[in-house]
């Protein structure tokens, strides 16, 4: 059997699937009863909705019911006098039933939609007082006909068949008991009425097929009951799939988006690495650790705060993510594990905006100016989920990141801003290569022969 837990499994997705797309499966999980967890019930739009479903749900059975008994009262009634009157005292009473079990499951809707507003289920007693007005409905048909016909021939209209639809509401709790205690109240309560009504010696009574039926009555039971463990098996699995696919979430950091984690996630991506050509953009502040050593810690982490705010959101607007935070600085992967049309344009036209925003932010601070470096470059390397048992990241890992990191740090050598490597300027738009000018060949660490690189003019 496939593992459930394993986001990978053909099972997990099945459930995820579900999960995510399926409003019937919202709905079994919402009338059952179960305290979601904040990252799985955050998903889901208007909660309440399934309680105000289940309540059209009880009406609509409710109907069928008064259908099924009046039919069966009309076919009776022309062997009696009085048909009229009959009628419409039957009718009243049974409206007045209706109505009045109207009227309870408006109030369990209240409790159940208070206990929600709590983000917490309704005790057990609810529950089962619920199961027991629900399937009591057929017995007040049965003594409301009694006020017309004969007991027996009230009893013999009110068919076995009609607890069928309040049985089937406790399906939806998920729980085995609550579906064989529906039977349990609708077999006991018909045998206790029949014994009761009808004489054990009397003629032209078969004992025999009316137990047959208080049998079936708990049979179906027993299958609703299965059917219940089942239904609830498949919510434990897809809440199980979806929590691990919260925990892959995490490998990405919350500073992902929620629409790039999304994406990352349904590539499935596994322990190991994958060859890839990405572009990896590298960013320092300027001077960092001199002006953190003037300031107290507090405001460090909050200048710091500042800066990633906007910096990394043209990051994901660009459509990368960023990998590592490096102290004063990070790292950011464009076309890994998301594919891009053109990383090196993404690469550069976020840089293009963090350096917009960075005026912005040093034109509403007073003091020093802020100043960032950028170093980006472009080739093959490795990227995927890579670290220990109980510690994983996503990570990428070449010689084109080592060089990306020391392209960056050629800014302070050229006093520049925007550096990027030959392979980033020759997949750039021809609009985006006008605004660089070719360096001189450059010594760079790690390196055996100087490398071409590209300035922001």
């Known amino acids: 059997m496939s593992n459930t837990n394993d986001p990978g499994s053909k099972l997990s997705k099945v459930f995820q699937k579900i999960t995510g797309d399926s409003n019937f499966t919202r709905f079994i999980l919402n009338y059952s009863g179960w305290k979601l967890t904040t990252s799985f019930a955050a998903t889901w739009k208007g909660k309440d909705l399934a309680i105000h479903m289940r309540f059209r749900l009880v009406q609509m059975i409710a109907l069928i019911a008064v259908v099924l008994h009046s039919t069966f009262f009309f ?223 507090e405001e460090a982490v909050d200048f710091l705060n500042q800066l990633f705010n906007f910096t990394v959101a043209e990051v994901e607007k660009a459509g990368g993510i960023v990998n590592k935070f490096l102290g004063d600085g990070f790292m950011a992967v464009f076309g890994a594990p998301l594919s891009l049309p053109n990383p090196c344009n993404s690469a550069v036209l976020c840089s293009i905006q963090i350096f917009n925003k960075l005026n912005l932010f040093n034109a509403s601070k007073t003091g020093e100016i802020t100043k960032l470096g950028i170093g980006i470059n472009f080739g093959p390397m490795v990227a995927g989920v890579m670290g220990t048992d109980t510690r994983k990241e996503y990570t990428v890992i070449g010689d084109v990141v080592n060089t990306a990191s020391r392209i960056e740090s050629l800014n302070k050598e050229f006093g520049s801003d925007l550096l990027i490597s030959k392979s980033v300027y020759d997949k750039l738009d021809d609009s985006l290569k006008e605004q660089f000018e070719s360096l001189p060949p450059t010594k760079v660490k790690g390196k055996g022969e100087p490398i071409l690189i590209y300035k922001k003019i």
């Open 75 to 297: 076919m009776h009634l022309k062997d009696y006098e009085n048909n009229s009157e009959k009628l419409m005292i039957y009718l009243l009473e049974l409206i007045a039933t209706v109505i009045i079990l109207m009227f309870y499951e408006n109030w369990y809707q209240k409790i159940r939609l208070k206990y929600w507003a709590k983000v917490d289920i309704e005790p057990y007693f609810y529950k089962v007082l619920t199961i027991t007005v629900e399937s009591s409905f057929p017995f007040v048909c049965i003594l409301i006909q009694s006020l017309q016909f004969p007991f027996e021939k009230a009893y013999d209209n009110v068919a076995l068949i009609e607890h069928i639809p309040f049985m089937l509401l406790s399906i939806l709790y998920l729980r085995f008991w609550l579906c064989f205690f529906s039977a349990l109240i609708a077999s006991l309560g018909r045998m206790a009425l029949f014994f009761l009504i009808f004489p054990l010696d009397g003629e032209n009574i078969n004992i025999a097929d009316y137990v047959w039926g208080f049998v079936d009555l708990l049979v179906c039971g027993l299958i609703m009951g299965i059917i219940a463990m089942l239904l609830r098996k498949i919510v434990v699995a897809a809440m199980s799939a979806s929590s691990e696919k919260n925990k892959l979430q995490d490998i990405f950091g919350r500073f992902v988006s929620k629409d790039v984690a999304e994406q990352i996630i349904s590539k499935d991506l596994k322990i190991g690495g994958d060859n890839i050509n990405a572009s990896v953009l590298f960013l320092d502040i300027r001077n960092f650790t001199y002006r953190s050593s003037t300031m107290p810690p």
